[in-house]
């Protein structure tokens, strides 16, 4: 049974709580395929406190042809189950796709699709989209899986972090099983470390995302460190790349990589209290300059979709987490675009994943306390749109 605070205000808390302390699923989809972490969504209350029903879109990925897909999970009933859902967008409105539920526990955290019938989604359980149906893939070796990214049809590449252990993981997928891989960490060993996103822009160019953390976990601490991780794949093998820290609290939760010689990695830094982005030009990552909403409250950014190298959105939240916020990159630099509330819902926005077909089409999804939330951009405006509600 899954109980909860009273208040919706508690209940933000609770959420950017969680986002903050790294704890969730990945997922934003870059162009043509990328994932990013994202805040895992926790049901809202009922006045009793007892979960009812539960709706959350976690990750999305869309194609040029216009065509997208979102994924996520549903709680039904006081005592779950939690059972895996997706939706998708025929370019008029977003329709249901049945998708099949391992267990109590299933949920999708992100998903990458290379073409209209080849996608590829993650979590617990794997599932695969062949154009017609969805069905269950063999359990990964290494795994849950956060994020997924595939760049060819046939072939994609998924990260993610053991809760039992402090490393993180990586596998790939090559249409029929899992190969897991060898993920190096830094020295001396840290205490934690994730990979949130990962985004692949060819076979042999992948960049995953995350943060290591090491000292004391209570918070300000002077030996308390969470710095930026990201790591290359070449094709054999994945390297750490050095990454800025711009302060002795700095995540990252998003990434997007257009090519192999442009990257954006997006979250948080200053224990999650401003936004951070920071961009590969081949060679090295350099932090670039993001707004902030006021000087008071929190911003974090959790994900990020780059139609080209000039044309990148960011989506994350402010406030303690009760509203969303869009970023754009315009090749030159970063500008908020205000996230409309959907109408007679409450103001606690958590977009969770976003991806861009092109500069003027991009979706965002998450979650509007127990109701799921989709809203898309249309080079000027984000716009709500409707979602199906699970069956």
Not at 288 to 300: C, D, E, L, M
Request: proline residues 9%; charged residues 10%.
């Amino acid at each position: 049974m899954v109980r909860f605070l009273g208040s919706g205000r508690s209940c933000a808390a609770v959420i950017l709580i969680v986002l903050l302390a790294g704890c969730g699923t990945g997922r934003a989809h870059a162009a043509p395929a990328g994932q990013p972490r994202s805040p895992r969504p926790r049901p809202a209350p009922s006045a009793t406190g007892i979960v009812k029903h539960a709706d959350f879109l976690t990750g999305v990925t869309c194609l040029p042809a216009g065509t997208c897909v979102a994924v996520g999970w549903y709680y039904h009933g006081a005592t779950g189950p939690s059972l895996t859902r997706a939706i998708r967008w025929n370019g008029r409105a977003w329709l249901a796709m049945p998708t099949p539920s391992r267990g109590h526990h299933s949920q999708l955290a992100g998903v990458s699709c290379a073409a209209a019938t080849s996608c590829l989604a993650v979590g617990t359980p794997a599932e695969a989209w062949t154009g017609t149906r969805w069905s269950i893939v063999p359990r990964p070796p290494a795994g849950p899986l956060d994020g997924v990214s595939c760049p060819v049809a046939g072939l994609c590449q998924a990260a993610g972090s053991l809760q039992i252990k402090t490393g993180p993981v990586a596998a790939r997928w090559n249409g029929r099983m899992w190969q897991a891989e060898q993920v190096p960490g830094p020295a001396p060993v840290p205490q934690t470390l994730t990979l949130a996103a990962i985004s692949c822009a060819t076979a042999r160019f992948c960049m995953a995302v995350g943060d290591s953390s090491r000292g004391a976990k209570a918070m300000p601490s002077p030996s308390y460190r969470d710095t930026t991780l990201a790591e290359r794949w070449n094709g054999s093998r994945w390297r750490i790349i050095p990454a800025p820290s711009p302060t002795h609290a700095s995540v990252f939760t998003g990434v997007s990589c257009p090519s192999p010689t442009v990257c954006v990695a997006v979250g948080s830094s200053g224990n999650g209290a401003r936004t951070l982005a920071e961009r590969w030009n081949g060679a090295r990552w350099a932090v670039q300059r993001t707004p902030n909403i006021g000087h008071i409250g929190y911003s974090a950014l959790t994900a990020v979709s780059c139609a080209t190298a000039a044309n990148c959105m960011a989506v994350g939240t402010y406030n303690a987490g009760v509203f969303g916020i869009a970023e754009h990159w315009d090749g030159s630099r970063w500008t908020i675009q205000r996230l409309p509330v959907p109408p007679g819902e409450e103001p606690l926005v958590l977009p969770a994943s976003v991806s861009c077909a092109s500069a003027t089409a991009c979706v965002t999804v998450g979650s509007n306390q127990a109701a799921a939330m989709a809203e898309r951009w249309n080079g000027t405006t984000w716009i709500v749109q409707r979602t199906p509600n699970p069956a």
